[in-house]
C-alpha cells in the first residue's frame, strides 16, 4: 500500500512560533506578541499596562487561568519581559536555510502562516505595508526553487493587537471588512504563488482559548459565539474573493479534530461524548457543511445567546462553504461523566487518560488508529477532500555533542500515524490531499510558550530563557521521513 504519485507530504508551521522579526520590515504588534512564556503547569499569561496609571500586571487566557483585565488596562508589550514570539526560531532570518532543508527532505507542501500584522500593522489600515508582502514573495520565491507548494493559514493564532485593543478583537463585526480587505490583498498579490489557503487555524479554539484564536479580551459565551459568527463569514467571503479572483485557488477549513471516546459503556458516557465531539464539529458543520446545525442553535436558545447577524450572512456560508477540510490530530480524547477515573488526558479537548495509550511528558497519547478514525468520520460526514495539516510529537529531545539527535520515539509515532493514514486511503477511499507534520522545523510551543517542546525533524539550538544560537541540526527522523516521501510511504520502517 502506497500513497498517490501527488499526495502533497511536508511539515507545518505557524508566524506566531517560528517566524520571530518582531517589528521588523514595518510589522506591528500581534496577539501573540503580548503572551510570556509558561510551563506544563503554569499557564501562558498575557501582560497588559493601563495608558491612564501606567500600572502593569498579567491575566490568564481563559484556559488554566482565568482572563480578567482590569478596568482600564489593554493588552501591552512590558520592558523586561520575555516573549517567545519576538525572536521564535527566527525562519525571518533563516527562510533560504530552512526551506531548503525542506527541500533537501523532498517536500512537496510546506504550511506557513502569514503574519497578518507583517501585511496590514494595526489591521484596520487601508494599504498593505509593501515591505511585508516582499518578504513572503521571497519566501514564496525560495519555495519555488524546489518544487514546494506553499498552503498559507491567513490567522495562525493572531490577531493584529489593535484590532483588540479599538474593537474587542472578533466579537466585533468590523473585524470582517478588515480581514476580506487582507485577504484580497494577499489573493491577488500572490495569485500565480500561492494556490492554497486556509482562513483560521483551528477556529474552534474559539471555544477554549478566544484571545489567542479571536484577540477577545472577554470569555462570555456571548463573545465567544459572536467570534466565532464573525469569523465564519469572513472565511465564506475569503472563498468568495478567491474564486473571483482565481477559480485554481482554493480556499480550506482548518479544525482542531480528534475522534473522541466513551471511557465507559455507560450509556450516560455516549451522550456525553455525542455533547463534547459537537463542541468542534459545529465548527466545520458551518464552515465545511454550510450551515448552523440544529443542536447548537438550541444551545444558544437556551443559554439565550443572540447573534448579530444578516440573512446575508447565512447565504454566504451556505454558498461559499470551504473547499476543503484541513484539521490538526495529535491523538484521540477519552471522555467519561463517572467522577472517580483518575488522571486527565494531555489538554483541556484530551478528557481523562487513555489506559490503552502511551503518553508524552505532557500526557499526549499516541493513538495508532487516530487518524484512520478521524479521516472517516470527517469524510462521512462532509465529502470534502480532507488534509491533515498537523500531527506529531512534542519531545524534550537531548542534543549530542555532535549535534546529532537520536529521536526514535518520534520516528515510532510518525510510523503507526502514517500507516492509520494509508490505511484511511487505501481501505477505506477517503480523498486526502496531503499531510505537514506539525513544527518540521522546532519552534515555540503554542500551549506552553515553551522551547523544550520538541516536534521538528531539525533542532533548532535554542532554550525557554531565549538563549541559544539558533543553529539548525538534523534529527534521525529527518533522513527517515526524507526516505518515506522518497517511496510515496510504502515503506516506513
Ligand atoms: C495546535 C496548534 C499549533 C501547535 C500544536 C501543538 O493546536 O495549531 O500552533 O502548536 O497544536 O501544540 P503545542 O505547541 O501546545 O504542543
Not at 160 to 179: E, H, Q, V
Request: negative net charge; hydrophobic residues 35%; glycine residues 10%.
Amino acid at each position: 500500500m502506497k500513497f498517490p504519485k501527488n499526495f502533497l507530504w511536508g511539515g507545518a508551521t505557524a508566524a506566531n512560533q517560528y517566524e520571530g522579526g518582531y517589528l521588523e520590515g514595518g510589522k506591528g504588534v500581534n496577539t501573540s506578541d503580548v503572551l510570556t512564556a509558561g510551563s506544563h503547569t503554569v499557564p501562558r499569561r498575557i501582560t497588559w499596562r493601563n495608558p491612564e496609571t501606567g500600572e502593569t500586571g498579567f491575566t490568564g487566557m481563559g484556559s488554566g487561568m482565568e482572563m480578567n483585565f482590569p478596568e482600564g488596562a489593554i493588552p501591552a508589550v512590558l520592558d523586561n519581559e520575555y516573549y517567545p514570539s519576538h525572536v521564535a526560531t527566527d525562519f525571518y532570518h533563516h527562510f533560504k536555510e530552512d526551506i531548503a532543508l525542506m527541500g533537501e527532505m523532498g517536500f512537496k507542501t510546506f504550511r506557513l502562516s502569514m503574519n497578518w500584522a507583517r501585511i496590514f500593522p494595526n489591521g484596520d489600515d487601508e494599504m498593505p505595508n509593501e515591505e511585508g508582502l516582499k518578504f513572503y514573495d521571497e519566501v514564496f520565491d525560495e519555495c519555488a526553487k524546489y518544487g514546494i507548494e506553499p498552503l498559507v493559514t491567513l490567522s495562525h493564532y493572531e490577531t493584529p493587537l489593535n484590532l483588540s485593543i479599538k474593537y474587542g478583537g472578533w466579537k466585533n463585526r468590523a473585524c470582517i471588512k478588515f480581514f476580506e480587505n487582507y485577504a484580497k490583498t494577499v489573493f491577488k498579490h500572490y495569485e500565480g504563488k500561492v494556490k492554497y489557503w486556509l482562513t483560521f487555524n483551528e477556529i474552534n479554539m474559539m471555544e477554549f482559548g478566544p484571545f489567542m484564536a479571536g484577540g477577545l479580551t472577554e470569555t462570555t459565551p456571548q463573545a465567544k459565539a459572536q467570534g466565532a459568527h464573525n469569523q465564519f463569514v469572513a472565511s465564506a467571503l475569503a472563498v468568495k474573493a478567491a474564486h473571483e479572483i482565481n477559480p485554481e485557488i482554493k480556499v480550506g477549513q482548518m479544525l482542531a479534530y480528534q475522534p473522541t471516546y466513551a471511557y465507559t459503556c455507560d450509556p450516560k458516557d455516549q451522550l456525553f461524548v455525542m455533547e463534547a465531539s459537537r463542541k468542534s464539529l459545529f465548527y466545520s458543520d458551518v464552515q465545511t457543511g454550510g450551515h448552523y446545525p440544529a443542536y447548537r442553535l438550541k444551545e444558544y436558545e437556551r443559554a439565550g445567546i443572540k447573534l448579530d447577524d444578516t440573512p446575508e450572512d447565512y447565504e454566504l456560508l451556505e454558498k461559499y462553504s470551504a473547499d476543503f477540510l484541513s484539521f490538526s490530530c495529535y491523538g484521540s480524547s477519552t471522555q467519561t461523566t463517572h467522577e472517580d477515573v483518575l488522571g486527565t488526558g494531555g489538554n483541556l479537548m484530551m478528557g481523562v487518560k487513555n489506559p490503552y495509550l502511551e503518553t508524552n511528558a505532557w500526557g499526549w497519547a499516541t493513538d495508532p488508529a487516530c487518524l484512520r478514525l478521524a479521516l472517516n468520520q470527517l469524510y462521512d460526514r462532509y465529502h470534502k477532500p480532507l488534509w491533515i495539516v498537523e500531527n506529531g510529537i512534542g519531545w524534550d529531545d537531548k542534543k549530542e555533542a555532535d549535534g546529532s539527535v537520536h529521536d526514535t520515539y518520534r520516528i515510532d509515532y510518525l510510523r503507526q500515524n502514517i500507516a492509520s493514514m494509508r490505511d484511511a486511503i487505501n481501505l477505506d477511499g477517503v480523498d486526502l490531499m496531503g499531510y505537514t507534520m506539525w513544527g518540521c522545523i522546532d519552534l515555540v510551543s503554542a500551549g506552553t510558550g515553551e522551547m523544550k517542546k520538541r516536534y521538528g525533524f531539525v533542532y533548532v539550538d535554542r532554550d525557554d530563557q531565549g538563549n541559544g544560537t539558533l543553529a539548525r541540526s538534523k534529527k534521525d527522523s529527518f533522513e527517515w521521513y526524507k526516505k518515506v516521501i522518497a517511496c510515496d510511504g510504502e515503506n516506513l520502517d
